[in-house]
């Protein structure tokens, strides 16, 4: 499949257009809600404090059966080489359709200005489909 890159700016406090560190990735408006195959979601909320970056994502069974999404779906890229960080507690989610649910994911980072937050759809066997990508500012 071709890939589809759908970016979110998530702009909090203090942070201002035009100081993208990733300007390859095209960023929408916060608060737009990012569709893929089988689920939307929207990054709600996001904050740095001590070491992590903590977000909320509202995600949506948009598939015609019920799904489970795990944290491990939503990997944090932080601009550190090709390495991408995982959440740093277990969580997920079974949703039937267009059941929502917030996952609250904890990811031990670095501090920076902004992350860019990735999601690919992989089926249960295990063929992979498009990545999304969210981009988050924080000050």
């Keep these: 499949m071709k890939k589809m890159m759908i970016a979110l700016s998530v702009l909090l406090l203090g942070c201002t257009a035009g100081e993208d560190l990733y300007p390859e990735i095209e960023a929408a408006e916060a608060g737009e809600t990012v569709q893929t195959e089988y689920l939307s979601f929207c990054v709600e ?30 990997w944090l890229y932080t601009g550190e080489g090709t390495d991408v960080l995982y959440p740093a507690e277990e969580q997920e989610i079974r949703l039937s359709t267009e059941e ?27 063929v992979t489909g498009d990545t999304y990508y969210v981009r988050i500012k924080v000050k």
Excluded at 52 to 67: A, G, K
Excluded at 100 to 111: C, D, I, N, Q
């Design 45 to 74: 909320s996001a904050e740095y404090d001590a070491e992590t970056l903590y977000t909320e994502i509202l995600v949506t069974d948009t598939f015609p059966q019920p799904i489970t999404v795990f944290d491990t779906d939503f």
């Design 100 to 126: 929502s649910g917030t996952l609250k994911l904890a990811y031990r980072a670095p501090k920076q200005k902004e992350y860019i937050l990735g999601y690919m759809d992989v089926r249960e066997d295990g």
